[in-house]
């Protein structure tokens, strides 16, 4: 299957997409630009971008682990990176401090146990710049299969449960007297999160996996007029800046990063759609 994928892939008439890892690249990101999209527009709206980047961050502790244990990093680093959201939920539902306070804590000692498991071994810390900035391009079979069965789940989910989320999201006391589940759609939204954050690094990198998520929901805000069209429009960005992103990286006069040139196209975006808006409100004042 993805073998036939990445061959369609390859018909496309670029230069760039008749190598392979280009290819699977594509189809990576074709495969995670909507799923992102989707999780960021919630996590815009339900004001969880703080969260997304401890969750991120947390891959910087994954990745040492793994590395430290000799253990393939790139599942180390989902395995952790779902267990930080997870615990994330638990010491909100469990304590009295605030939600900000709680991912603070758990932010701070992710950040400083990687920073310790790093500085016990120099060729750890060299290893780390991938994860750093994102490869999209060492991307394999695996992963993407991984993916394939993501996407759908992640459909689902929304279809199933959206307003049950956001319910919760905005009044946890509310939704509970409403019968909804808090703690099961907690624990599952914060989860879920955590598995597209972690894709998300590979992509772009740890420093820049907020990017991901928050830039093409923000620049969807700005152009819709509804919730619905929000998430639609949100897809298409996420997917035109991650081919465009994609494809002019791999341009022998530009030679960029990927993740960064992706993040880069859908700043672009953001900031184009911010000057349209504000150009409309002008003219209607």
């Known amino acids: 299957m993805i073998a036939y994928l990445c061959q369609a892939l390859g018909a496309l008439p670029l230069d760039c997409l008749q190598h392979g890892f280009m290819q699977q690249a594509l189809l990576g990101l074709l495969l995670l630009a909507p799923v992102s999209a989707v999780l960021g527009v ?6 969880m971008a703080f969260f997304s980047d401890a969750i991120g961050h947390s891959a910087f502790a994954g ?6 244990l000799a253990c393939d990093p790139r599942w180390t680093m989902l395995a952790f990176g779902i267990l930080v959201g997870l615990g994330i ?11 900000d306070m709680a991912i603070g804590v758990v932010f701070s000692a ?15 810390a060299r290893s780390m710049q991938q994860f750093l900035f994102g490869d999209i391009l060492t991307i394999g079979p695996d992963e993407l299969t991984f993916l394939m069965a993501l996407v759908p789940v992640v459909f689902v989910i929304q279809a199933v449960g959206f307003n049950s989320m956001l319910l919760v999201a905005l009044n946890p006391v509310m939704a509970r007297a409403h019968g ?3 703690a099961m759609w907690q624990y599952l939204f914060a989860s879920l999160l955590a598995v597209v954050v972690i894709f998300s690094v590979w992509t772009v990198g740890v420093l820049l996996v907020t990017a991901m998520l928050i830039v093409p929901a923000g620049c969807a805000r700005n152009i819709s007029s509804s919730l619905r069209g929000m998430f639609w429009w949100a897809i298409a960005i996420s997917l035109f800046s991650s081919f465009t992103g994609l494809v002019l990286s791999a341009q022998p006069w530009l030679s960029t990063a ?3 040139t992706i993040v880069l196209v859908s700043c672009i975006l953001f900031a184009l759609s911010t000057l349209s808006r504000r150009c409309l409100q002008g003219r209607r004042g």
Do not use: P, Y
């Not at 939920?89 to 939600?99: D, F, G, K, M, P």
């Not at 992710?110 to 060729?123: D, I, K, N």
């Open 63 to 68: 990745v040492a682990l793994g590395l430290l």
């Open 42 to 47: 919630e996590v815009i709206h339900f004001r």
């Open 180 to 182: 909804v589940r808090t």
């Open 258 to 260: 990927t993740g960064a």
């Open 89 to 99: 939920v638990a010491l909100q539902r469990r304590s009295n401090i605030s939600s």
């Open 110 to 124: 992710v950040v400083a146990f990687g920073l310790a498991v790093v500085s016990r071994s120099h060729g750890t």
